[in-house]
């Protein structure tokens, strides 16, 4: 069976990264979440995809150049506010496994920090998560804080190796972009004892055809649809 993966919660529902996209993930019965985060200002790893605000709130600039009390003073959407990782964590309170992707540079520490307290007090474990990013250099910075968590190396093309790129860092999963995706890089990740995720078919005709090829999981906005 192919894991449903709730792309950011239920993003084609609800505005995105939110408590409202997570709870209609859980009422849709995902398999895993998968939200993004990323460290503002005053230091707190906040959930949000975006590198600037511009998008979601009406207001401009670069997430790292905002404090969290800013963040936190947007509407993005239905009331909803930017959480830190902790809120996120504390409202999926192990109901379902995590995704988390990495977006910018040098968190490992800190991420490896937050979610160390969770696995040690809070009863999670580090099969609950994976942590994923395109910037291979910062899963291997988390890996090597603990061989315990598993990642996931992101990539957007095929590259000359197929899977190679993630096997050098010891990747539990390959995620694929839908738009890069052929048999051989599916075959390949396989026979090197990946996982293959895929982003983000949302049309049942693109979701149909990722099954076809054998894919392990399915990132999408519209998860009850896999």
């Known amino acids: 069976m192919v894991l ?6 239920a993003r084609g529902y609800e505005p995105e990264n939110t408590i409202l996209s997570f709870k209609k ?7 895993m ?12 790893i906040v959930v949000f995809h975006d590198k600037r605000v511009d998008k979601l709130t009406n207001d401009t ?13 947007y509407d993005i959407g239905k009331g909803q506010k930017i ?9 999926l309170d ?5 995704n988390i992707e990495v977006k ?6 800190c991420l490896f920090s937050v979610l160390t307290h969770y696995v040690k007090e809070k009863k999670w474990s580090w099969d609950n998560f994976i942590i994923s990013s395109f910037n291979h250099y910062e899963l291997l910075a988390f890996k090597r804080l603990t061989a315990e968590v598993k990642i996931g190396a992101i990539i957007a093309g095929i590259p000359i190796g197929y899977a190679e790129c993630a096997a050098k860092i010891n990747a539990y999963s390959l995620h694929v972009s839908k738009e890069f995706i052929n048999q051989a890089l599916v075959d390949d990740a396989h026979n090197r004892g990946m996982k293959v995720f895929v982003y983000t078919p949302n049309a049942p005709e693109d979701i149909e055809k990722m099954k076809s090829m054998r894919v392990d999981g399915i990132f999408s906005d519209f998860p009850d649809r896999i």
């Open 104 to 109: 910018g540079e040098n968190m490992a520490e």
């Open 83 to 91: 959480m830190s990782l902790q809120e996120a964590l504390d409202f």
């Open 4 to 9: 449903r993966i709730g792309h950011r919660g």
């Open 25 to 31: 993930a859980l009422e849709l019965n995902v398999d």
């Open 61 to 73: 600039g670069y997430v790292q150049e905002k404090t969290f009390e800013e963040l936190r003073s």
């Open 33 to 44: 979440v998968e939200f993004d985060v990323c460290r503002c200002k005053s230091g707190e």
């Open 94 to 98: 192990r109901k379902i496994k995590v």
